[in-house]
């Protein structure tokens, strides 16, 4: 059996903080933003930890789908800002909606996890482990960064957006790849925690525990490798480009987007781009952008049409998937 998209939905915090909100906090502007990232706001959060934002998800996608919590076999959830070390989300999520029968487990592939959660969730269906499965990328990142570094703390916002997958003879996920390559795994980090016991001494070891990011490293790496995954994405299930309806990258940077599509000689038109409104949301950018999509009519279910994701992020890690909507 084919995993196939039913649903999709995303909730992102009330509160919008636009550029020049932030220009209260640090040192930046508007213009400064904008034509670095291609963000004017992000969503943040006033409180609600990631389980809140997710179990609104999944409460959507229950009702969206007409199924009873308890239909529901699996919930996985794409995180690196989890409630806890553990539990997981996904139990947080579990026991609100009421899914008493579906086992749970969280993901840690940064921007990467939602597709990584999307591979993991097609193979149980593929092999009839599971019938219905949902998928969330969820994070509040506001707890992550720091507030003092402009060159960070401007590109993150909070969201959360999932789909329900379920068993269907044909279409859904039609082919992917996924990478990872830990020689690159310090060019962004966050949450540092030093051995600490009683049989060490307690002393620091100079690692921060905010968000870190080389900018210029991941530009430049995931400007070279991503589109090779694209290509090779379409070349292995005999797909013309011509025959794909969206393109659909990690929101992190507009300026990304941009390269990769020049790169690709593919049509800038034909990628989605939402990050002006929400920043990058990290494992949810896709997600959300999934349920934006559906919600205003550019993607139809059972439509036939064919979409490619594609994301990177911290590990690193990166992938794209062929989905027939």
Same mark, same amino acid.
């Given at each position: 059996?084919?995993?196939?998209?039913?649903?999709?939905?995303?909730?992102?915090?009330?509160?919008?903080?636009s550029n020049d909100d932030l220009g209260k906090l640090v040192d930046t502007n508007d213009e400064w933003i904008t034509t670095r990232t291609g963000i004017k706001s992000r969503r943040i959060s006033m409180g609600e930890n990631t389980s809140d934002l997710g179990?609104?998800?999944?409460?959507?996608?229950?009702?969206?789908?007409?199924?009873?919590?308890?239909?529901?076999d699996m919930i996985l959830v794409a995180t690196v800002t989890g409630d806890y070390a553990t539990p997981s989300v996904a139990c947080l999520i579990q026991a609100?909606? %009421?899914?008493?029968?579906?086992?749970?487990?969280?993901?840690?592939?940064?921007?990467?996890?939602?597709?990584y959660g999307m591979s993991v969730a097609e193979k149980m269906i593929a092999t009839g482990r599971c019938q219905n499965s949902i998928v969330? %990328?969820?994070? !509040?990142?506001?707890?992550?960064?720091?507030? @003092?570094?402009?060159? @960070?703390?401007?590109?993150?916002?909070?969201g959360a957006g999932g789909v329900l997958l379920t068993a269907a003879a044909n279409g859904g996920?039609?082919?992917?790849?996924?990478?990872?390559?830990?020689? #690159?795994?310090?060019?962004? #980090?966050g949450g540092h925690r030093p051995v600490c016991n009683a049989y060490t001494e307690a002393q620091p070891d100079g690692k921060p525990s905010h968000?870190?990011?080389? %900018?210029?490293?991941l530009f430049d790496f995931t400007t070279r490798e991503v589109p090779g995954s694209i290509q090779k994405l379409l070349a292995d299930t005999q797909t013309d480009s011509s025959d794909i309806r969206? =393109?659909?990258? #990690?929101?992190?940077? !507009?300026?990304?987007?941009?390269?990769?599509?020049?790169?690709?000689?593919?049509?800038?038109?034909?990628?989605?781009?939402?990050?002006?409104? =929400?920043?990058? @949301?990290?494992?949810? @950018?896709?997600?959300i952008a999934l349920s934006e999509m559906l919600d205003?009519?550019?993607?139809?279910? %059972?439509?036939?049409e064919k979409i490619v994701l594609s994301a990177f992020g911290g590990g690193v890690t990166w992938g794209s998937m062929l989905i027939q909507i």
């Open positions: 059996m084919n995993a196939r998209i039913q649903c999709a939905a995303a909730y992102v915090p009330q509160r919008a903080v179990i609104q998800v999944a409460r959507a996608l229950i009702a969206k789908s007409g199924l009873d919590a308890l239909d529901i609100a909606v %009421g899914a008493h029968h579906a086992f749970c487990f969280d993901i840690n592939a940064a921007c990467s996890g939602f597709l969330i %990328g969820a994070e !509040v990142l506001s707890k992550m960064a720091d507030w @003092t570094d402009r060159a @960070t703390c401007v590109l993150f916002g909070d996920i039609l082919g992917e790849n996924l990478y990872a390559d830990g020689r #690159h795994s310090q060019a962004i #980090h968000l870190q990011m080389n %900018g210029r490293e969206w =393109f659909l990258l #990690h929101q992190a940077n !507009v300026r990304i987007v941009q390269a990769i599509a020049k790169k690709l000689k593919f049509d800038y038109e034909r990628f989605y781009v939402n990050i002006g409104r =929400f920043g990058n @949301t990290s494992g949810a @950018t896709i997600p205003n009519g550019d993607l139809v279910i %059972g439509s036939g």
